[in-house]
């Protein structure tokens, strides 16, 4: 019994991976500059739906789920949190994220699945994010842009 189940996990996280493959592959270019027929909020917030959802929106204090990945300019992954694992429950329009997530999320009906490119002013801003495993190193240098590819999931 104890084998089919992690067989059938190791099943899941594999097909999961494979989803998340399929978009186009990451190149430097790719990551730090959106593409010409990327859409823009006024905020600078820049964004391309690379599949529709067709759930319900999002409202101002209500509850989203997102899987994510999390990109700085040179390509290198800072974060994520991907199927097999629970998806990352925020109240939108709250604070409880950066604020173009905050912006993003409240765009995007469930289902939706998006690459974003974040200003830095939308992000962490002139302070960076220091690393929890080294005090004088930063996990996001300040200033610093960021790309994510993300997914509204539906709350369950």
């Known amino acids: 019994m104890q084998t089919i189940r992690c067989v059938l996990l190791l099943s899941c996280w594999l097909v999961s991976a494979v989803a998340w493959a399929q978009t186009a592959p990451a190149t430097a270019d790719s990551l730090s500059s959106p593409p010409a027929s990327s859409l823009s909020t006024p905020s600078g917030l820049r964004y391309v739906v690379l599949r529709a959802g067709t759930g319900p929106q999002t409202v101002a204090g209500g509850r989203a789920a997102v899987y994510y990945r999390g990109f700085l300019p040179n390509g290198k992954l800072f974060d994520q949190m991907l199927f097999p694992s629970k998806p990352l429950r925020v109240r939108a329009g709250r604070g409880d994220v950066i604020k173009g997530w905050?912006?993003?999320?409240?765009?995007?009906?469930?289902?939706?699945?998006?690459?974003?490119?974040?200003?830095?002013?939308?992000?962490?801003?002139?302070?960076?994010?220091?690393?929890?495993?080294?005090?004088?190193?930063?996990?996001?240098p300040p200033d610093t842009d960021l790309r994510f590819e993300m997914e509204i999931m539906p709350l369950k």
């Open 102 to 140: 905050d912006e993003l999320l409240l765009l995007l009906p469930v289902g939706t699945r998006v690459q974003a490119w974040i200003p830095a002013r939308l992000a962490y801003g002139a302070k960076g994010v220091r690393s929890p495993a080294d005090e004088e190193r930063y996990l996001i």
